[in-house]
């Protein structure tokens, strides 16, 4: 099994940064997808960033420029640095993991911007 622990967040200005971390443990395969997705209220979940295992990144179109999406390998860990926040941004963020036969969720943290 894969267990995702989601830190950051929290309430920020217009403009401002957050970083948010997942770390992953259990069965991570060498070759794993890592990423973060986001849920506003009356909204689909969707991707904002992910990093494959061999640091290939994609990005929503709606961050770039703004977000960045890096993984420390040797600890299971995915991050997501996110600047010059808009309003807009305010969602739940959830971190999500691919791994052989494992596609895991973490449990969401709130990211609430102010205008």
């Known amino acids: 099994q894969v267990q995702l622990v989601e830190s950051g967040g929290g309430l920020v200005q217009t403009g401002g940064s957050l970083r948010l971390s997942c770390a992953a443990s259990?069965?991570?395969?060498?070759?794993?997808?890592m990423g973060w997705y986001r849920q506003a209220p009356g909204k689909q979940r969707e991707l904002v960033a992910r990093?494959?295992?061999?640091?290939?990144?994609n990005y929503a179109d709606s961050v770039k420029g703004r977000f960045t999406i890096s993984r420390d390998n040797a600890k299971n860990t995915v991050y997501l640095q996110m600047n010059s926040l808009k309003p807009e941004d305010t969602a739940v963020y959830y971190c999500?993991?691919?791994?052989?036969?494992?596609?895991?969720w973490g449990q969401g943290t709130q990211v609430t911007v102010s205008s």
């Open positions: 999500n993991v691919i791994t052989g036969i494992y596609n895991v």
């Open positions: 259990g069965s991570i395969f060498s070759f794993n997808i």
């Open positions: 990093i494959i295992s061999g640091g290939s990144t």
